[in-house]
């Protein structure tokens, strides 16, 4: 049961394009949502991240969407850099029952090349 | 500030035999989490401690998994004995505390089990 979807494994774009990275989730109880950017041989690194409450944040050329509706999120990179080239996991997160601590669930990943 | 360290990076073994992960979270920090990544897949999460004692384990295969972090700053994960199915990253995050939603991550553990 994958609560955290990322239907696109791959992604290709040229430089000083616009990137779109899409996550869909199917759990209601999801209240926070983060992107997570990952290079070979490291470990994931936050990118940004979204509360429920809001449809938009925006940091520098990254700007994330949500729409509560449609259980979808997306990751717009503007514009593109060859440095961006990296998987990128969409992760969710939910409070566990009868704490203030959170879950993180995490999506398979999209693979971002942007070429010069 | 140092971030998550983790030991070995890499490590090879043979299914049946046993083997080791250490992780030092970032200083101060009071949750620890170990994750399990498989190929093409997303970081899953195996264990959650809060300080030293044990918040989430649903996800851990407890027969053969074992992970504590006894005096609530580093941790070890242990499997024993090892499955061709093990081989995986291996990642520890941490938070500040339990309320905190982002994790930071250690570089991770690449385990290959022959």
């Known amino acids: 049961d994958q609560q955290v979807k990322q239907n696109s494994p791959s992604l290709s774009v040229q430089e000083g394009r616009i990137s779109i990275l899409n996550c869909d989730y199917t759990n209601s109880m999801f209240d926070y949502f983060l992107w997570y950017k990952k290079y070979p041989a490291e470990g994931p690194t936050f990118l940004i991240s979204i509360s429920s409450i809001k449809d938009k944040n925006e940091d520098g050329r990254f700007t994330v969407f949500l729409n509560k509706s449609a259980k979808h999120l997306s990751l717009h990179i503007v514009p593109s850099q060859p440095g961006d080239s990296a998987v990128y996991f969409c992760?969710?997160?939910?409070?566990?029952?009868?704490?203030?601590?959170?879950?993180?669930?995490f999506g398979k990943g999209t693979l971002l090349t942007v070429n010069p | 500030e140092a971030g998550v360290a983790q030991s070995p990076r890499y490590k090879i073994i043979e299914k049946r035999q046993s083997v080791a992960f250490w992780c030092n979270p970032i200083s101060g920090h009071a949750t620890l989490y170990w994750y399990q990544q498989i190929l093409g897949q997303g970081p899953k999460l195996l264990i959650q401690f809060q300080n030293n004692g044990v918040v989430d384990d649903s996800q851990l295969p407890k027969d053969r998994f074992s992970a504590e972090r006894l005096k609530g700053v580093d941790s070890t994960l242990k499997i024993q004995p090892a499955k061709l199915e093990d081989s995986a990253v291996y990642l520890c995050?941490?938070?500040?505390?339990?309320?905190?939603?982002?994790?930071?991550f250690g570089p991770g553990t690449r385990l290959t089990v022959t």
């Open positions: 992760a969710a997160s939910a409070i566990r029952s009868g704490g203030s601590n959170y879950k993180l669930t």
């Open positions: 995050a941490s938070t500040p505390n339990a309320g905190t939603y982002e994790q930071y």
